[in-house]
């Protein structure tokens, strides 16, 4: 017998959420049953795509049900195993839920290298937001070298990866970011070839001509993250044959900006004249590559070639406030919440 | 030296096109020069795509000049020849223009074989329309046996062959088309599953509705030539991995049914939930296809196989409001200028 803290769904947001959508409820694990694994919660991931399934609606997954522990992916240690593959000590990443212990089906979890990378990474680079820029960009966009890419959130967790690929790959990478900072850190430590801060531009049509002046050779392949006055930039600068992998659109969600949307005739004519093609991916159509782009990416990631920016939240009972601000665009790197000690060796 | 009678541009639309845009022209045509051939207009191909090329705007194709004659493919008779691959008498396609008489380089037209079939299906079935059809079929949706595919303006000149080639291909087929006449067709002449009367429904809610009870088991492929509610009926009931082609979107040429369209951040959305692909194409661009095309199906033509209707308008005079009613829907198969009398054998 266990005591778990968790944070719940209290309530469903009206338009954004508020603290008040939270609430922090301590409760009593059993013991886990055969094929499972008791764990114990070190790091947990805070993801956009949680907002969507605290609203009651048909999305790519099930909503959170009301009084429900929100879920998340976590990163943490066996303190009790009854599945073959786990030992206790072991450190595994897994569905734990915005909680700092969980019980999990040992067939959900996996088993995670502690001398690869840091252990976080598997929530970052190394996990699903690192899967999901490797899949964008070679299973939906087709990188090829010499093309020209622009990514929406372009300093968030997937645009981090996004572009450095690309680059590694031999493309020019545009970058949209919010703020000064951003931008500095996306050309300067990133190597993007240009960053253009969205904050300095008002609308689509301000955002199309930044966009331009950027890239005078124009868009061949855009990552999708954003929605809003972004997508408006880009649309006007597709080039014919190009791409859009929909991975995700940030500044659309609580029903936000829905002003700053090109008419959808105009985006559609834009398709037709230019031969686009637009997909929408989820990274989890693509989890059976996780064993191949982590062979690719590890090395990279440890040798430091592959630049990667945590966001670093202390405490289970600060990740409400943690994932507000990550929706406003506050946090910088990937958006993580410590919830206990390191594993023991 | 030949007398040529020809439709000019007169002036730009202002919206919703009329006759007043247009001009009859008598003038004098000067003897082909080398590698040219001199062609007498027998047929007219009228098509929406011309109405995007009265603007002055950046499109797929550049804009016909004020005082220019309009642009269009027709099928002639050659009348004298200074190219080796004609010889007086050949029946040829090729941009004629609306015009009863034109020059043309020898290399830009494409010889007939009147057995084959009678000559102005080369500006149907047989010629842009059809392959139009085939091309979005096989190259852009991918069509597979078993798919349900749903298809816009299902009894226009490329609905139509799409829909049978569909149907010969084991697909269900959703036709949406404009009065209780044509709903008809589509099912009882050209073996459709189903055809949804758009005129029966007042906005993209309820087109949604008549398409999920046409199609209870949803979309996986979208055939889109009219935007307008017709699209917006089709997004909610799009299969998980459907595809969309676009081809057209006739009800919003002119800026007219703009209220009709979703907002876009509600396609964006339904595009990354259940993983569609988008893609826009250009019959253009796979003009290489042509050859097998035609040998595929001349004999499905030939024989009755394919169905297919002509709407016939005689006198070149009469293009213009020929043309201006098909931009309404007021025709009813693909659209034909009768200009001249059929070639001597």
Redesign the interface.
């Known amino acids: 017998m266990t005591e778990r803290r968790a944070i719940l769904l209290a309530s469903r947001p009206q338009g954004e959420p508020t603290a008040d959508n939270f609430r922090l409820e301590t409760a009593t694990l059993p013991d886990p049953g055969k094929g499972e694994i008791l764990v114990r919660t070190i790091w947990l991931s805070l993801d956009p795509y949680m907002r969507g399934r605290m609203d009651d609606a048909?999305?790519?997954a099930d909503p959170v049900e009301l009084g429900d522990v929100m879920g998340g992916q976590g990163v943490g240690q066996v303190l009790a195993s009854r599945h073959d593959g786990f030992a206790e000590g072991d450190i595994v990443v897994g569905m734990t839920g915005w909680a700092d212990h969980a019980i999990l089906r040992g067939d959900e979890a996996r088993k995670l290298d502690p001398s690869r990378a840091p252990v976080q990474t598997a929530l970052s680079v190394l996990g699903m937001t690192g899967l999901t820029a490797w899949a964008g960009l070679t299973e939906i966009l087709h990188a090829k070298k010499g093309q020209t890419l622009a990514i929406g959130a372009a300093t968030g967790a997937v645009g981090t990866v996004a572009a450095q690929l690309a680059k590694a790959r031999g493309l020019t990478v545009i970058g949209i970011a919010g703020g000064e900072e951003k931008c500095r850190y996306a050309t300067d430590e990133l190597g993007m070839d240009a960053c253009i801060d969205h904050h300095a531009h008002d609308d689509g049509k301000a955002m199309a001509k930044a966009i331009g002046d950027a890239a005078p050779q124009g868009i061949d392949l855009y990552f999708?993250n954003v929605?809003g006055k972004t997508?408006a930039g880009i649309v006007p600068n597709m080039n014919r044959d190009g791409r859009i992998a929909?991975?995700?659109?940030v500044a659309?969600y609580s029903g936000k900006n829905?002003d700053h949307?090109?008419?959808?005739?105009a985006?559609?004519?834009a398709?037709?004249?230019?031969?686009?093609?637009?997909?929408?991916?989820?990274v989890s159509?693509h989890m059976h590559r996780m064993d191949d782009f982590v062979a690719e990416l590890a090395p990279m990631v440890k040798d430091g070639r592959l630049k990667h920016r945590e966001d670093v939240t202390e405490g289970l009972e600060n990740a409400p406030q943690a994932f507000l601000a990550m929706l406003g665009g506050g946090n910088f790197g990937k958006t993580l919440v410590r919830v206990g000690p390191d594993g023991d060796a």
Do not use: H
């Open positions: 048909k999305s790519y999708e929605g997508l929909i991975c995700g659109m659309w829905l949307a090109m008419p959808l005739p985006v559609w004519r398709i037709l004249v230019n031969r686009l093609t637009v997909q929408g991916f989820l159509d």
